[in-house]
């Protein structure tokens, strides 16, 4: 690996042990063996850096389940409870890197050049959830689905995050957010 790769690879560590705010350029030279210089050069700020290791720590989660993956159909009630029961089973873990999230969106407004990288970054995440939903290739979503569907995941995603972070004890899992969406549907097709 080179000095770049070094770089994303200890911010990914002290993201996960000190957070985004605690996290100094020198922890990440330190955890990552390189030097100050690297990160000015290599991404152009610490906060930068910070912001792409989140966004890479987000794209190296799985929520397909264990070895026999999801089982229910794509786009089916069953996949959407799999699915957000896997979230939450990311969520349950002490240190989960979901709280990370909630720390960003308050520091948003002090970073605004992070805070664009990372609203960027929410269409794609939008994307990735619609893809493992409806079981389709991430390429074969449309910007429109992802807009939509997309943005519709993503909100469900940050409430989510929200409420297990501030209270896990009543927090919902993936039966009980399937268990509220077969309502609104039932609710939807009654009109």
């Known amino acids: 690996m080179g000095h770049r790769e070094d770089l994303l690879e200890g911010a990914k560590r002290c993201l996960l042990e000190k957070g985004f705010a605690r996290t100094t350029a020198r922890d990440i030279v330190k955890e990552s063996g390189t030097n100050l210089a690297s990160i000015g050069y290599h991404y152009g700020s610490k906060d930068t850096l910070l912001a792409q290791a989140y966004i890479a720590l987000v794209e190296e989660m799985s929520f397909e389940g264990g ?40 520091m948003g407004d002090q970073m605004p050049e992070v805070r664009d990288q990372l609203a960027r970054a929410q269409r794609e995440g939008g994307r990735g ?20 569907l997309g943005r519709f995941y993503m909100t469900l995603m940050s409430g989510l995050i929200s ?16 268990a509220g969406l077969r309502q609104i549907v039932e609710a939807a097709n009654r009109s």
């Open 163 to 178: 409420q297990w972070t501030f209270d896990p004890k009543t927090a919902p899992d993936g039966d009980a957010l399937a």
């Open 67 to 106: 070895d026999g993956g999801l089982t229910g159909a794509p786009g089916s009630l069953e996949r959407f409870r799999e699915v957000w029961s896997n979230i939450v089973d990311s969520m349950r873990g002490p240190g989960s890197m979901w709280r990370l999230s909630v720390e960003i969106v308050t």
């Open 129 to 148: 959830l619609t893809s493992l939903l409806m079981g389709v290739p991430e390429e074969e979503v449309s910007d429109e689905t992802a807009d939509t």
